[in-house]
C-alpha cells in the first residue's frame, strides 16, 4: 500500500478524504471504519461500480465532470407531473448555449443545469425554462411558489364559472332540442329548434364558442402542454388523450358554427376539461395541506456570522466570510462555517451534521464542522482554507440526489402509451368505414369524434390522482405527511429497510438511563448541574425529583416550572465551579463533584477501583458514564446517553416478519449499538459512516432491491434523498423532510409499517379504478363504432364512469 493511496485519493465507498484516517483494507482506503464496513458487506453488489459512486442516474454527468469555468444551478419547476416533463425540461435547457448538461426530477420539482455563467445566466436560464408552459424559480423563492399556487387556483376558477355559464345554455336551451316534449310544451320547442337553425343563433354559438375556448386555453393549459410534450418526446401520455378528447368536440362545434351545421358539443371540451382540472386540483390540494402540517420543522441553515474585527465584531453574510476570518460563536448558536478552534472551550452537538449523538468537547487546534450546534461554552473559530461549510455541502448532495432521482412513468401513462394510438387508429378507420358505406362526411367525420369521446380517458385521467389523493388524505388521518403523489405507485413491496439510529430509533435526546448512587447524592449532583448548560448536565439536572430532600432529610415540595424552584436551587447550592470534565461546588454545605474521574483525581479525591472499573464498563457500551462524589470520595456513577423510542422493537418485528431486511445505518460508534446489534429482526448495523457515505450505502443497498431509509436529521438528507422512498420523522430537520417523500408528523414509529399499508392499498386503489376505466370503454367504444351513441350520450356516458371513478375513491383504503 502506497502513501498517495492514503493521502491523495479519496474513500472508495463515498469518496471523502482519507488523508490521516489510516483506515486501509485489502488495497483500498476509507475515511472512516463505518466507509470500510459497508463495503466489506455491500462492495461485491451487482450492476453496482465501486469506482463510480456518485453516479446517481443514467446520462447524468458527475460533478467533476463539469467543464472548467461552469456552474451547478438548482431552480424549483412547478408544472413537471410525468416522465416526459423531465426529458422535455432536459433536452431543452441542453439545447441552449452555454449548458454542458441538465438533469430534472418531477419527483421533487428540481432541475440542475451546469452553466457557463458568462453564456447564459441564471435568470436566462429560469426564463428559457418558464417560457415552455413552466414555471421556474430558486429554491427558496416563496412568492414565486406562492404565485405559481394561485394561477393553479385562477385556473380552476375561470374553468368552473365560465364552465357553469356554457352548460346553463346547454342545460336551459340546447338539450331539450334533443329530448323534445320532456322539457318544454311542443309550441316552445318548435321556437327554440327553429332559432337555433337560423342565423339569429350565430351571436349565441359564438358566446359558447368564446366562453368555451377561454376555458379550454386557459383552464386547460396544463392539459395541452402535457399533450405537447407527449407530442415532443415521442411518448404518447394520458394528456394527449385527455386533450384529444377535449381539442376534438371543441374543433368540430367551430367548424359546424362556421359552415351553419347542426350540432354543436362544447360542453363535452368544457366537462373533460374541468372534471379532470378539479381531480388534479383536490389532489395538489391535500398535498399543499400535508405540507402545511410540517411548518413547525426546525431549520439549521446558518445565514449570519459574527465575524471578529479588530476589537469588535461585525454581523456578515456567511458567504462573505474569508479563509482565516475569526468568527465567535456562543453557547446556543450554530457554527456557521468549517473552521478550527483557535480560542474558548465548547460542548459542540454534531449529530445534526454527522449523526453522532453524543455532544463533543470541542477546545483550541480542534475542527468544527458547519452547522453544528455549540451546548455549552464559546469558542472563536478560524474559517478554513475553503471558505465552506458541511452543512451546505450536504444541502448541495441532496440537491445533487434529487435532481437527478428521475420519477417513474406511472401507471397510466404507461397505459397511454399503447391506448392513445389505438384510440386514434380506431376512430381514422371507424370515419373511413362509415364514409365508404355511404354515411356522409359530416355525418362519419361525427361517429368518428364519438369514439374519441368515449374513449376519453375522464376516468382514465381521474384513476390515479383520485386513488392518490385518498392514500394523502388517509395518511393524513394518522398524521402521515407525503410529499410526493408517486409514492404509491413507485413503492410495491421493499426488499429492504434502513433506519437511521439517532433521533429516529432513539430519542435523540440525552437522558439518565441508570443511577448507581443514593437519593441525595443524586438531588445534590443534579441541584449543582442545574447551574450546568452542557447536554449531560442538563440530563442529570432533570432528575431532579419534585419533592427535594433539604436539610434534615424533612420532604420539601417544590415545582421545578416555578421561579421559587430556582429560589431553592440559589439557596442550596452555595458555590458552583465548571470545569473541562465536569462541574464542582457546595450543595447543603457538602462539597459535591460530578464529572470524569480525572476531574476527582486532579482534586486529590478518592475514585476506588470497583467504581473505575465500573466506569470503563459503562463507556464500553458508548453510554457516558459520569462519577458523582462529596467530601473527597467518589461514591457512585450515573450513566447518560441516547435512549431507544417506545415501541421500536415491536416495529422492527413486525416489518421484519414482511420478509423485509432491516438494516440499521448510524454515525455513532459501535458501541452505542450494541442493544440494538443484538435484536433479533436486524440484520445488519452499520456504524460510523459519515452523510456520503450513507447515501452510498443506500445506493449500493438499491442494487440489490428496493430500498427505504427512515431518518430525521439533515446527516440522514442525502441518503433519504438516494432511497428508493425516504421516511421522515416529524420532529426532524427540515432539510431531511425536504429530501424525503413522506414524514411521520407524531414521530410514531408504528407509523412507518402504516405508510406500506397505505401504498399497497393505494396501488389496489389505482389499480381497480383503471380496472374500471377499460370495463366502461369495452362496452362504450363498440356502441360508439356501430353509430348507436352520439356525442351527447357518449358524454354522459363518460359523466357517469367519472363519477363512479369519484366514488370509489372517496372510500377509505384500511379499516380502523
Known amino acids: 500500500m502506497t502513501d498517495d493511496l492514503t493521502t491523495d485519493d479519496g474513500c472508495t465507498l463515498c469518496d471523502l478524504p482519507v488523508e490521516g484516517s489510516g483506515v486501509i483494507d485489502d ?18 453488489v451487482e450492476a453496482v461500480d465501486a469506482a463510480d459512486v456518485r453516479a446517481r442516474a443514467v446520462d447524468s454527468p458527475d460533478e467533476h465532470e463539469r467543464p472548467p469555468g461552469y456552474e451547478t444551478t438548482f431552480l424549483e419547476v412547478d408544472g413537471m407531473y410525468c416522465a416526459s416533463c423531465e426529458a422535455f425540461i432536459e433536452s431543452v435547457a441542453t439545447a441552449s448555449e452555454g449548458v454542458s448538461a441538465a438533469s430534472s426530477s418531477y419527483v421533487t420539482d428540481t432541475v440542475r443545469i451546469d452553466h457557463d455563467p458568462e453564456t447564459i445566466s441564471r435568470d436566462d436560464l429560469k426564463e428559457r425554462i418558464s417560457g ?43 338539450y331539450p332540442t334533443y329530448f323534445g316534449a320532456w322539457f318544454y310544451d311542443e309550441r316552445t320547442m318548435e321556437f327554440f329548434e327553429a332559432t337555433l337553425a337560423s342565423e339569429l343563433a350565430t351571436p349565441f354559438y359564438l358566446m359558447i ?25 415521442r411518448s404518447p401520455n394520458m394528456d394527449l388523450l385527455v386533450a384529444i378528447a377535449a381539442v376534438g368536440p371543441w374543433l368540430y362545434s367551430t367548424i359546424s358554427i362556421v359552415v351553419g351545421g347542426p350540432h354543436i358539443f362544447y360542453d363535452v371540451t368544457v366537462a373533460v376539461v374541468v372534471v379532470v382540472t378539479l381531480g ?54 450554530r457554527i456557521p462555517i468549517d473552521g478550527d478552534v483557535i480560542d474558548g472551550e465548547a460542548a459542540v452537538d454534531e449529530a445534526v451534521v454527522t449523526g453522532e449523538s453524543l455532544p463533543v468537547t470541542k477546545m483550541t487546534g480542534d475542527p468544527v464542522v458547519g452547522g453544528s450546534m455549540v451546548e455549552d461554552g464559546a469558542v472563536t473559530v478560524r474559517v478554513g482554507e475553503d471558505a465552506t461549510s458541511t452543512l451546505d455541502r450536504i444541502t448541495e448532495l441532496v440537491w445533487d440526489l434529487q435532481s437527478t432521482s428521475h420519477g417513474i412513468q406511472k401507471l397510466a401513462d404507461k397505459l397511454a402509451t ?11 378507420v371507424v370515419t373511413v368505414a362509415h364514409f365508404a358505406l355511404g354515411t356522409g362526411f359530416a355525418a362519419s367525420l361525427l361517429v368518428g369524434l364519438t369514439v374519441v369521446i368515449v374513449s376519453c380517458p375522464c376516468a382514465l385521467g381521474l384513476a390515479t390522482p383520485m386513488a392518490v389523493a385518498a392514500g394523502i388524505r388517509d395518511a393524513l388521518e394518522r398524521s402521515i405527511v407525503v410529499f410526493d403523489d408517486s409514492v404509491f405507485e413507485r413503492v410495491r413491496e421493499a426488499d429492504t429497510i434502513v433506519f437511521d439510529k439517532t433521533g429516529t430509533l432513539t430519542t435523540g435526546e440525552m437522558s439518565v438511563v441508570e443511577s448507581r448512587v443514593d437519593d441525595r447524592l443524586l438531588e445534590q449532583a443534579a441541584l449543582l448541574e442545574s447551574r450546568s448548560a452542557h447536554p449531560i448536565g442538563r440530563a442529570i439536572a432533570d432528575e431532579r425529583p419534585t419533592d427535594t430532600i433539604a436539610d434534615g432529610g424533612a420532604v420539601e415540595a417544590v415545582d421545578p416550572s416555578t421561579d ?41 479525591w478518592d475514585v476506588p477501583d470497583a467504581l473505575e472499573s465500573e466506569i470503563d464498563e459503562r463507556r464500553e457500551t458508548g453510554r457516558v458514564p459520569v462519577a458523582v462524589g462529596r467530601n473527597g470520595m467518589a461514591e457512585g456513577v450515573v450513566v447518560v446517553g441516547d435512549v431507544l423510542r417506545g415501541g421500536w422493537d415491536e416495529t422492527l418485528s413486525a416489518i421484519s416478519k414482511t420478509d423485509t431486511e432491516v438494516v440499521v445505518l448510524t454515525g455513532d460508534d459501535e458501541r452505542a449499538t450494541d442493544q440494538i446489534r443484538a435484536h433479533p429482526a436486524v440484520e445488519r448495523v452499520f456504524a460510523g459512516v459519515p452523510p456520503e457515505g450513507k447515501a452510498e450505502t443506500i445506493d449500493r443497498l438499491s442494487g440489490r432491491g428496493v430500498t427505504v431509509m427512515v431518518g430525521d436529521g439533515t446527516n440522514d438528507a442525502p441518503a433519504l434523498a438516494t432511497a428508493d422512498l425516504g421516511i421522515a420523522l416529524g420532529g426532524g430537520t427540515a432539510m431531511a423532510a425536504d429530501a424525503a417523500d413522506v414524514a411521520l408528523v407524531d414521530d410514531d414509529l408504528a407509523s412507518v409499517e402504516t405508510v406500506f399499508d397505505l401504498a399497497r392499498a393505494t396501488d389496489r386503489r389505482v389499480k381497480g379504478n383503471i380496472g374500471w376505466a377499460f370495463c366502461y370503454n369495452a362496452v ?5 363504432v356501430t353509430g348507436l351513441f352520439n356525442p351527447l350520450l357518449a358524454a354522459l356516458a ?15 383504503l384500511l379499516k380502523d
Not at 488495497?27 to 461485491?44: E, K, M, P, T
Not at 402542454?225 to 418526446?233: F, N, R, S
Not at 460530578?594 to 483525581?601: A, E, I, N, S, T
Open 798 to 812: 363518460m359523466a357517469a364512469s367519472s363519477i363512479l371513478v369519484v366514488s370509489n375513491s372517496s372510500r377509505p
Open 564 to 604: 421559587d424552584n430556582v429560589d431553592v436551587v440559589d439557596d442550596r447550592v452555595d458555590s458552583f465551579e465548571s470545569h473541562r470534565n465536569g462541574v464542582s461546588g457546595t450543595v447543603d454545605g457538602d462539597e459535591v463533584v460530578v464529572g470524569h474521574p480525572d476531574l476527582f483525581r486532579d482534586r486529590g
Open 209 to 233: 364558442a368564446a366562453l368555451t375556448t377561454i376555458i379550454l386555453v386557459f383552464t386547460g393549459r396544463p392539459i395541452l402542454q402535457g399533450a405537447y410534450v407527449g407530442i415532443k418526446t
Open 27 to 44: 488495497g483500498n482506503a476509507f475515511c472512516c471504519v463505518g466507509c470500510r464496513d459497508v463495503y466489506d458487506v455491500l462492495g461485491d
Open 780 to 784: 362504450a367504444i363498440p356502441l360508439a
Open 132 to 174: 415552455l408552459g413552466y414555471s421556474a424559480y430558486d429554491r427558496d423563492d416563496a412568492f414565486s411558489r406562492r404565485r405559481a399556487d394561485d394561477w393553479e387556483m385562477a385556473r380552476l376558477a375561470v374553468g368552473v364559472l365560465m364552465g357553469m355559464m356554457v352548460m346553463m345554455q346547454y342545460l336551459v336551451i340546447i
Open 418 to 428: 399503447i391506448f392513445v394510438p389505438l384510440v386514434l387508429a380506431l376512430a381514422l
Open 280 to 333: 388534479g386540483y383536490y389532489e395538489s390540494t391535500l398535498k399543499a395541506e400535508a405540507t402545511e402540517r410540517l411548518s413547525d420543522l426546525t431549520t439549521v441553515q446558518v445565514d449570519a456570522a459574527r465575524r471578529l474585527e479588530g476589537d469588535g465584531h461585525e454581523e456578515v453574510p456567511v458567504g462573505d466570510l474569508e479563509p482565516d476570518d475569526r468568527v465567535s460563536v456562543r453557547a446556543g448558536e
